[in-house]
């Protein structure tokens, strides 16, 4: 991220895609020359809530999901595993290269999912973390994937106690399966306030995403050679 951002009163819910765009300033109206000054980045969102039977600790039959066992597994087979075995066709329509979507898609992954993943689907689960391990070293340290409020608590709603409970509890569980700790966390709904802000800093998160209506400033991250950037007001959607 290379902005910073504040929130207005009220909240929005979220949008999986979010664009950062540059100062267009001098740029010509050729939309060629245009959009090499725009960023788009493309974030994927995968939850699913503990479905599992507390008491047999498996998911029961779910026949709305037929022809599958249970949604996990239909919306897996769907959208998890196809994005990690992602075809590239030709104008044949012939299969010529499987790419990896995670390796270049920025993403999250809750944590009663990914535990879901690690026991149905060993194969996936290894390529999710081969993937963000690829992306570090292609982009600086930096990895594709982000982690995740740990129960998807609306944390606006949540006291002190329970907004630092989510929030290392989510950490933890990224560092059991991406042996790092994460620079970024995907809030519930994207649903914020200052309070959940201040525990995210303290808890040395660099960033969250936002749905466009969120923001109505922004500003480039302070620097010694310039402490105090001109905030710039964004109101109406305007950084989308």
């Known amino acids: 991220m290379t902005s910073a951002a504040e929130l207005p009163a009220s909240q929005a819910n979220a949008m999986n895609t979010i664009a950062k765009v540059q100062d267009?300033?001098?740029i010509a109206d050729d939309p060629l020359k245009t959009a090499a000054g725009v960023y788009v980045t493309v974030h994927g969102h995968f939850y699913q809530p503990p479905r599992e039977n507390p008491y047999l600790d498996t998911i029961e039959r779910q026949p709305s999901a037929s022809p599958f066992h249970?949604?996990?597994e239909r919306i897996h087979h769907e959208c998890y595993r196809p994005n990690a075995f992602a075809?590239?066709?030709?104008?044949?329509?012939?299969v010529i290269e499987i790419v990896n979507n995670y390796e270049y898609l920025s993403f999250n992954i809750g944590?009663?999912?990914m535990s879901w993943l690690k026991r149905y689907d060993l194969?996936?689960?290894?390529?999710?973390?081969?993937?963000?391990?690829?992306?570090?070293l292609r982009l600086n340290g930096h990895?594709?994937?982000i982690a995740q409020v740990y129960n998807h608590m609306?944390?606006?709603?949540a006291n002190e106690r329970d907004k630092y409970t989510q929030i290392r509890w989510g950490k933890a569980d990224f560092r059991s399966h991406f042996g790092r700790d994460p620079e970024g966390m995907w809030l519930a709904e994207t649903a914020v306030d200052y309070a959940t802000l201040e525990v995210l800093a303290t808890e040395g998160i660099k960033f969250i995403i936002l749905a466009p209506s969120q923001a109505e400033r922004t500003r480039v991250i302070p620097t010694e050679d310039n402490q105090d950037p001109q905030w710039h007001e964004v109101g109406g959607?305007?950084?989308?």
């Not at 075809?87 to 012939?94: A, D, I, K, P, Y």
């Not at 609306?154 to 709603?157: D, H, V, Y």
């Not at 959607?237 to 989308?240: E, P, T």
């Open 24 to 26: 267009n300033a001098g």
């Open 70 to 72: 249970d949604w996990n």
């Open 87 to 94: 075809r590239v066709l030709n104008t044949q329509g012939e």
């Open 111 to 113: 944590p009663t999912l």
């Open 123 to 136: 194969e996936v689960y290894q390529r999710i973390i081969e993937a963000d391990h690829k992306s570090r």
């Open 143 to 145: 990895g594709n994937a």
């Open 154 to 157: 609306i944390l606006p709603l």
């Open 237 to 240: 959607c305007q950084i989308d």
